[in-house]
């Protein structure tokens, strides 16, 4: 079945650098979400990509639709002490009958 | 417009007790996930339902259960609690859109 890998699965970081972490599938996705989750709370949306190609971005964050559909890319530029937390890439299956998540990327900022 | 509400935040129980979980949707939204989140595991998909009815399960024995009421809240149920099932409990709603917003989440320890 369908499944989201993601990578790397944790990064430690100096506050100012960017990152780039990225989510792949073995199968077509139409709709792309990132999120991140603060520790004991829900993921709070960050970014939605719905077309192939497409870029977004959301004050120091930039995502990516990949070409191929099969994949998908998000940066932080500047890193700040508070974008500590999981990362997870998200989106229903080829077929909207289920919905899928990456197993996150734990981001550390050393101030 | 108001978040996903979950209530409670935070339940302690022992093992062999049941439990039931809430969760109000964002208004407007009549599609609801339950999901299991646990450190080693990651998010694991419980249910999901639209206008009623259950549209999808994930692999959970019959202990876990839920339902969703014409208003769209929903609940979860988790009868005979083992140990395993101390987890955050995270509730999403959405609309057709696929974008799925979450609860702050119910944090369940079993004794």
């Known amino acids: 079945g369908q499944q989201l890998n993601q990578s790397p699965q944790s990064m430690f970081i100096q506050e100012g650098e960017d990152v780039s972490m990225n989510c792949t599938s073995s199968s077509i996705f139409n709709t792309w979400l990132w999120y991140k989750q603060d520790p004991g709370e829900g993921p709070v949306l960050l970014i939605a990509l719905y077309k192939a190609g497409e870029l977004t971005s959301n004050g120091r964050l930039t995502a990516q639709f990949g070409i191929t559909r099969k994949d998908s890319f998000l940066n932080i530029s500047a890193s700040i002490p508070s974008d500590v937390g999981i990362y997870f890439c998200a989106g229903p299956g080829y077929n909207f009958n289920k919905f899928y998540f990456g197993s996150g990327t734990k981001l550390n900022v050393k101030p | 417009k108001a978040g996903v509400t979950q209530t409670p935040r935070y339940l302690i129980k022992t093992r062999g007790q049941q439990v039931t979980l809430s969760c109000s949707p964002i208004s407007g939204h009549r599609s609801v996930s339950w999901y299991q989140q646990t450190p080693g595991q990651g998010l694991q998909f419980l249910f999901e339902y639209f206008s009623e009815t259950q549209r999808n399960k994930g692999n959970f024995p019959g202990r876990f259960s839920g339902r969703q009421f014409s208003n769209s809240r929903s609940e979860m149920n988790v009868s005979t609690l083992e140990l395993g099932d101390s987890a955050l409990y995270l509730c999403?709603?959405?609309?057709?859109?696929?974008?799925?917003?979450f609860g702050p989440g119910t944090r369940l320890t079993v004794t």
């Open positions: 999403a709603s959405w609309d057709t859109s696929y974008e799925q917003y």
